[in-house]
T-cell receptor, first 111, second 116 residues
Framework: DQQVKQNSPSLSVQEGRISILNCDYTNSMFDYFLWYKKYPAEGPTFLIS?????DKNEDGRFTVFLNKSAKHLSLHIVPSQPGDSAVYFC??????????FGTGTSLTVIP | NAGVMQNPRHLVRRRGQEARLRCSPMKGHSHVYWYRQLPEEGLKFMVYLQKENIIDESGMPKERFSAEFPKEGPSILRIQQVVRGDSAAYFC??????????????FGPGTRLTVL
């Protein structure tokens, strides 16, 4: 059973515009959420995280929003840059236990 | 400061053979995690180890798979009698402190296992 879902396998955005990547989860016990970025032939790289006590966390061009009632989180990248083109995975954990990953969204930023 | 290292990067095995995947965590990290990514799927947790201890193996298949993280040397993920369904990318990650106390896990580049 997929407890973390990324329903959009791919997304294309024009350079300079906003990229919005979405993630839904089913387990209400999840209290910590992360986004990882993955380039081809490399391992995932941590991008940004958010605890369930917050609804927003911002780091430069990257902002993660958490809507607990909807069990939904999103990653906003603004402005998008060609170097942001990668696969983005969201992940969630409950009380410090294992990470559950989504299936990833492949972002292409068009110059 | 070298990152997490995994070798080999690519491994080809015939059905029934054994596969050994190695992971050297980042310097100073004593916590290792193994994940498997099947085609078209996300990363799935397999096992969490500290030096000489398996902490959580709830994601490990019950048969043919084993993992260790000895006092000296890399962590090893061992798959005996491989089958075609074992073909996947296997990622190792490490962290400096125990799971739940660390914001993030640092991932290696992965080993792509192909079973013929």
């Amino acid at each position: 059973d997929q407890q973390v879902k990324q329903n959009s396998p791919s997304l294309s955005v024009q350079e300079g515009r906003i990229s919005i990547l979405n993630c839904d989860y089913t387990n209400s016990m999840f209290d910590y959420f992360l986004w990882y970025k993955k380039y081809p032939a490399e391992g995932p790289t941590f991008l940004i995280s958010i605890s369930s006590i917050k609804d927003k966390n911002e780091d430069g061009r990257f902002t993660v929003f958490l809507n607990k009632s909807a069990k939904h989180l999103s990653l906003h990248i603004v402005p998008s840059q060609p170097g942001d083109s990668a696969v983005y995975f969201c992940a969630a954990s409950a009380h410090g236990n294992q990470f559950y990953f989504g299936t990833g969204t492949s972002l292409t930023v068009i110059p | 400061n070298a990152g997490v290292m995994q070798n080999p990067r690519h491994l080809v095995r015939r059905r029934g053979q054994e596969a050994r995947l190695r992971c050297s965590p980042m310097k100073g990290h004593s916590h290792v995690y193994w994940y498997r990514q099947l085609p078209e799927e996300g990363l799935k947790f397999m096992v969490y180890l500290q030096k000489e201890n398996i902490i959580d193996e709830s994601g490990m298949p019950k048969e043919r798979f084993s993992a260790e993280f000895p006092k000296e040397g890399p962590s090893i993920l061992r798959i005996q009698q491989v089958v075609r369904g074992d073909s996947a990318a296997y990622f190792c990650a490490s962290s400096p402190v125990a799971r739940g106390l660390s914001d993030e896990q640092f991932f290696g580049p992965g080993t792509r296992l192909t079973v013929l």
